[in-house]
Structures are given as C-alpha cells and as structure tokens.
C-alpha cells in the first residue's frame, strides 16, 4: 500500500531556528504538492511541483519559505528563520495527472510548533 | 476565482443516524473536478471520491453516497447508518481544469462531523 511519507512527525523550535520538512511522494508520482493547515486559514496551498521543476509557489512567503525538489523521491520545506505564525501542520501531496486531473494522496503532516 | 463553501461547520449525531455534508462550490470553468477528503482524529487527509463537472451520476459506495447537482452547484456528501469511526472532519475540493494542465486545488473549511455511540 504506497503512501506519503514525511518527516519528522512533529517538530517543537524555537523562533529564529531553521526548520526542514522532507516529503517522500508515492513512486511514480509527478506532482508534489506542500500545504499549511491552521485553525484559522484552513488548508493554504504552499507550492506545488509536476516533474520536479515548480510550477506555483505563490502561497508561500518568499522570504523565510523555501521548497525544493532534489530529485523525484524528495521533496523539502525550509523555513529560516522561523517564526511563532508559522505554528502549523504541514502537509505533503503527491499526485499523478489520470484523465486530466490531480488525484492527491496525503502524507500524515509535520506538526511544527515554534516558541 | 474558484471558491468552496461548507457552511456546517460541526455537526453530531447518533449512531446509525443518516448525516449529509453540505458543498456548495463557484467556478467560471465548464470544466472542473470536485473532489471529498476524510481527515480523522490521526491527522491524515484520506482522499473518498472524485467526480468530473460533465459527470452529475450520483455514486453510491458501501455507507457513502454523493449528490452532484450542477444545477444548484453543488456535491453533497451522506453517510448511511453513521458509526463511531465516521466521526473526522470532511473536506470538499475543487479543482479546475485549466488548458495546460495546472489545476489549482481549492478546499473548504471543512465540517466536523462527532457520531455519538
């Protein structure tokens, strides 16, 4: 049964600290997909990739966020520095276009709290 | 723009009572795909159903069925004889289907659903 793994599970930090998030998408997926779930925002798309390359990161702040695909079995969310508001679960996509559309699998989120 | 509305924002019953989830969604597309994901107390988002905007045949599987009316925009979502592991919070989507292929995404807020023993 394949699945999306992400790493680490939870992450406590203390603000400033840099943060990475790493995603292993399903093999044979080509689109990755990175959003950010809060109470108060829901799920916000962060950024999305097809074969590697980026194709959306315009949820994303440019300043302190940055996500990479390094090859196609992972996919990283970096945040330096961090901060309080970026207090989240961090969820990671993976998607194979059938018939035309993204069919996304979720991975089990990174808990990140930052103090 | 592209927009999802799932006005109930908790809902509870009890055990083997019937519950629908309301979807409401907006697109200027023709095109587009509507999608239900499951999000348990573990946290994982479980993707349920797809279904394509030039496809309104209703789909029933197992205790879940989904109602696709274009007519009034909307893809809502029932659970028959509701049980205790029913109990998550349920995600509508929306995705249209772009020339190009991007399809961005668009998620509700989601209704929390409590199924009472």
């Known amino acids: 049964d394949a699945r999306v793994t992400q790493t680490p599970r939870h992450k406590v930090t203390e603000m400033g600290q840099e943060v990475t998030m790493r995603c292993q998408p399903i093999?044979?997926?080509?689109?990755v997909f990175w959003y950010r779930q809060t109470m108060m925002q829901g799920l916000e798309l962060l950024a999305y990739?097809?074969?590697?390359?980026?194709?959306?990161d315009s949820g994303m702040p440019k300043d302190r966020f940055s996500a990479e695909m390094p090859d196609a079995t992972l996919a990283t969310l970096k945040i330096q520095p961090s901060e309080p508001r970026d207090s989240a679960v961090y969820f990671c996509?993976?998607?194979?276009?059938?018939?035309?559309?993204?069919?996304?699998?979720f991975g089990p989120g990174t808990r990140l709290t930052v103090t | 723009a592209q927009k999802v509305t799932q006005a109930q924002t908790e809902i509870s019953v009890v055990e083997k009572e019937d519950v629908t989830l309301d979807c409401v969604y907006e697109?200027?597309?023709?095109?587009?795909?509507l999608f239900w994901y499951k999000q348990p107390p573990s946290g994982e988002l479980v993707f349920l159903i797809r279904?394509?905007?030039?496809?309104?045949q209703n789909e029933i599987s197992g205790r879940y069925s989904w109602n696709f009316q274009k007519s009034t925009s909307s893809f809502n979502f029932t659970i028959t004889a509701s049980q205790v592991v029913d109990s998550a919070v349920y995600f509508c989507?929306?995705?249209?289907?772009?020339?190009?292929?991007?399809?961005?995404?668009?998620f509700g807020t989601g209704t929390k659903l409590q199924v009472i023993p």
């Open positions: 996509a993976s998607g194979r276009p059938t018939s035309g559309v993204n069919e996304q699998y």
């Open positions: 990739f097809r074969n590697r390359a980026p194709l959306d």
């Open positions: 093999l044979g997926h080509n689109t």
């Open positions: 279904r394509n905007s030039f496809d309104e």
């Open positions: 697109t200027r597309d023709t095109t587009y795909y």
């Open positions: 989507a929306l995705s249209e289907a772009p020339p190009g292929g991007y399809q961005k995404v668009t």
